[in-house]
């Protein structure tokens, strides 16, 4: 009996050896998600768990850095972060990150919720994203956002009080309190350390309970492709705001000038770019329009004299437009100053340059044709009585004296043109 026990405890003991390598031996994958919440981030969050469970990896982390972003996207990501089938940990870093708005539901609808030192959470409370939505249509969605937050709070065992203050009362916390009001689980000083304080945890998944064994886990980040990169960039309200200049600024001068091209195919691009920015910002179509309406009021300068009205009514309706253009509380997610004034000065300049050249152009003399000679000097080759030949800018032209006949030699004024004769008066005494 003693044999079979100890038999026993060896195989159990070898089982369990065998089996503890296994779990280690599972690699952790990471992805950074930074900037705003938008549907290429939910692009980026389903490249991640899919490949994730493609190299078998024991735990996704995502490094959360975001001030909020789209309602929809935000629900997305939650939904599959809920619906995950391997553990999946929010970790709310580097040093100084936050998760706000859109970032508290992601961070809360995780298996595990970790937050790096120096690091904040909260201030949820729903954003409209035309800047026109009424007060009982504003409840309703504050009333949904809430439910949401709650909802998520319970199914993951943090504070659901909390969650629907965040949303509510826009109220934001540091990473200690938040572990004290049991928003998130931990604080890990880096990667390393938050891979050793979740190893041993047990989360549910949909597929079931799952142990954590993370302590000295393979880390494999998870690179953002190319072209996720560049929808990344472009969906920047700086960025946006920019394309969506540059774009109506090549428009114009295509339409100003047909057949250059160029202009237009820049112009066409940036504005298919930034419309596609502009679909997942929240947009104040006030500002839009004031936007439109400064462009017109540039390109009506050039058409009608208004002694420089026109113009500043449309640098003014630029700039303000520019200021109003996203209706978000978060800096992250409006015009930076340091965007606007050059843009807008940019802007202005183009249209008033081109305004100072049509101006130079209708008041400057003509170089070319018949207007060109008006006024030029010549020398006559033979005695104009009336008519005889005249050089003129080294071309001998047939021409008519007008009034006295001029001796061969004599300086002569052109006065007239009709067709290829010149009419001319004497100018002065002068030799050929």
């Not at 996207?73 to 972060?81: G, K, P």
């Not at 009080?161 to 572990?179: F, H, L, N, Y």
């Not at 300068?301 to 996203?326: D, N, P, R, W």
């Not at 130079?360 to 000679?373: E, F, I, K, M, Y």
């Amino acid at each position: 009996m003693k044999l079979a026990a100890v038999s026993v405890a060896v195989v159990a003991l070898v089982a369990a050896a065998l089996a503890a390598p296994a779990r280690a031996a599972q690699p952790v994958s990471t992805i950074k998600l930074d900037g705003v919440i938008s549907p290429v981030t939910v692009r980026l969050v389903e490249t991640a768990l899919a490949r994730a469970q493609a190299e078998r990896a024991g735990a996704l982390v995502i490094e959360l850095d975001t001030p909020g972003g789209l309602e929809r996207s935000m629900r997305s990501i939650c939904q599959r972060l809920l619906n995950a089938e391997l553990p999946v940990i929010v970790y709310v870093a580097p040093t100084g990150a936050r998760a706000a708005s859109a970032g508290v539901f992601i961070t809360m609808a995780a298996h595990v919720a970790a937050m790096a030192p120096a690091t904040n959470i909260g201030a949820a409370h729903p954003v409209a994203l035309s800047g026109g939505v009424d007060k009982e249509s504003m409840k309703k969605i504050e009333n949904d956002a809430a439910a949401f937050a709650r909802t998520i709070a319970v199914e993951r065992g943090r504070n659901a009080e909390w969650a629907e203050k965040a949303v509510r009362q826009s109220v934001s916390i540091t990473e200690r309190e938040a572990v004290r009001l049991k928003v998130v689980d931990l604080v890990a000083d880096s990667l390393p350390d938050l891979l050793d304080k979740i190893d041993g945890r047990t989360v549910k998944t949909v597929k079931g309970p799952v142990t954590l064994a993370t302590r000295s886990a393979v880390v494999k980040p998870i690179d953002i492709g190319f072209r996720d990169r560049v929808l990344n960039v472009i969906t920047d309200p700086n960025v946006a705001y920019i394309l969506m200049m540059l774009g109506m600024l090549g428009l114009f001068f295509e339409l100003s000038n047909p057949g250059v091209v160029l202009p237009g195919v820049i112009g066409g691009i940036s504005l298919i770019l930034a419309f596609f920015a502009l679909q997942t910002l929240p947009i104040n179509y006030a500002g839009l329009l004031l936007i439109l309406f400064g462009i017109v009021l540039l390109i009506a300068e050039i058409k009608v004299v208004s002694h420089g009205v026109l113009a500043i009514g449309g640098i003014v309706a630029l700039a303000l437009g520019s200021i109003m253009l996203f209706d978000a509380p978060e800096l992250d997610l409006r015009v930076s100053w340091a965007v606007i004034v050059p843009t807008v000065a940019a802007t202005a300049g183009v249209f008033l340059f081109v305004v100072a050249a049509g101006v130079r152009a209708l008041t400057s003399r003509s170089v070319v044709g018949a207007p060109a000679l008006l006024g030029q000097t010549g020398i006559a080759r033979e005695r104009l009585q009336p008519e005889g030949q005249v050089l003129v800018q080294g071309e001998l032209w047939r021409a008519v004296a007008r009034g006295t006949p001029v001796e061969e030699g004599s300086r002569v004024r052109i006065v007239d043109v009709n067709g290829l004769t010149l009419t001319v008066e004497k100018a002065g005494e002068g030799g050929a």
